[in-house]
């Protein structure tokens, strides 16, 4: 909880700042203006995307979150994760590669929440590349009674030692801060906690300077959530 | 001659703010993205006052604190201490530590700039 009201403090402080000084500062030149009011702009949206994301988490925790469980081919659910996040590895000139076995037999998962975990990886994988020369991988592939699927890029890569750390919440290792409002912290907490409700795991591979993988898999026969949202895992 | 002010915190959108703020007020202002570089700016340059933020990469505000008052060299430097920690066992912290002021954020800019200028005796 202190570690929330410490990240919701800090854009609060910008925002409440830019306002006073815009207040109180008779001649503020017009491009400091838009200068002034882009930080407030941006600031809250962080706010906003950090209060959803502690709310969801939240949700997930206390059992309460809705889980539309349905029958989903990964590779499908994979492709639309791809297509929504095409543009920022456009713009930041990072290739991005899927290759799926074939047949890939389906699982039974919420899809918008599958969906949140691919996001969230795709998003995490591009933001640590180097412009113009990363490079990311998605692979799907039938593993031992379930669907796995590896988001692997080849950026700066995360010491064994942190490999639980970033699973953490508010536990951020490398970003800059002008990245950091782009990160709630809490994305890979989230992350976790879905797939681990549909009997899966999540995890990371990696060294430094070789890269990371994240994996996670799904069960083909998970155990049916049970009602109380608790994890899966927790039923077998 | 106007006084100078180091500002140290890793939080662009706090730092455009307070970096505005000062200068408005009429003092020179250093800025220093975490506790290493502060210590490095100390050295190089000498500001009358420091804005410093405890949550800091590679050396946090407290070391830096703690640091300012070992050295004879920087005795006379105001330290004021910024945190998004409200609790009064950091704040007793700093203060222990030889923190002059310590403000919390949110912080009124117009009690900020009051306490600077306090803390500063005065004139700008």
């Known amino acids: 909880m202190s570690t929330v009201t410490h990240e919701l403090r800090t854009p609060l402080t910008s925002i409440r700042a830019v306002s006073e000084i815009l207040l109180d500062t008779p001649d503020v030149a017009p491009d400091e203006q838009r200068r002034f009011l882009a930080i407030i702009v941006k600031e809250t949206e962080r706010l906003t995307r950090l209060i959803n994301q502690t709310l969801d988490m939240a949700k997930i925790e206390s059992g309460n979150a809705d889980w539309h469980t349905s029958e989903l081919d990964v590779a499908e659910v994979v492709r639309d994760a791809v297509d929504a996040t095409a543009q920022l590895f456009r713009e930041k ?3 991005l590669a899927v290759s799926a076995a074939r047949p890939i037999p389906s699982v039974r998962a919420d899809r918008d929440r599958l969906v949140q975990v691919l996001l969230n990886l795709l998003s995490n994988a591009v933001k640590f590349c180097a412009p113009g020369a990363g490079r990311v991988e998605v692979r799907i592939a039938p593993a031992d009674g379930a669907v796995r699927v590896d988001v692997a890029d080849n950026g700066p890569g995360i010491a064994p030692g942190d490999h639980e750390t970033i699973f953490e919440r508010f536990k951020r290792l490398g970003d800059t801060p002008e990245e950091r409002p782009q990160g709630s912290g809490l994305g890979l907490a989230i992350s976790r906690r879905i797939v681990e409700h549909f ?5 990371v591979e990696s060294d430094v300077g070789k890269g990371a993988t994240f994996s996670f898999t799904l069960p083909l ?3 049916a959530p049970t009602g109380d949202g608790e994890p899966a895992r927790a039923a077998g | 001659m106007a006084h100078r002010i180091l500002i140290v915190d890793d939080e662009p959108s706090i730092v455009v703010p307070l970096e505005f703020l000062m ?6 202002v250093e800025v220093a ?3 290493q570089a502060a210590l490095d700016a100390l050295e190089r340059s000498a500001p009358d006052l420091v804005i410093l933020d405890v949550m800091l990469p590679r050396l946090n505000g407290f070391d830096v604190c703690r640091r300012i008052r070992d050295a004879p060299r920087w ?9 998004a920690k409200g609790r009064d066992s950091e704040m007793q912290r700093g203060l222990e530590l030889g923190a002059d002021a310590y403000v919390t954020k949110p912080f009124s800019t117009r009690d900020l700039v009051a306490r600077i200028r306090a803390l500063l005796g005065g004139a700008a």
């Not at chain 1, 009997?199 to 995890?203: I, K, T, V």
């Not at chain 2, 200068?23 to 020179?28: A, L, P």
């Open chain 1, 93 to 95: 000139r990072v290739t």
């Open chain 1, 199 to 203: 009997g899966g795991r999540l995890w």
């Open chain 1, 221 to 223: 026969d998970a155990p």
């Open chain 2, 23 to 28: 200068k408005r007020e009429g003092y020179e």
């Open chain 2, 33 to 35: 993205a975490d506790g």
């Open chain 2, 75 to 83: 005795r006379g430097l105001k330290i004021l201490m910024l945190t």
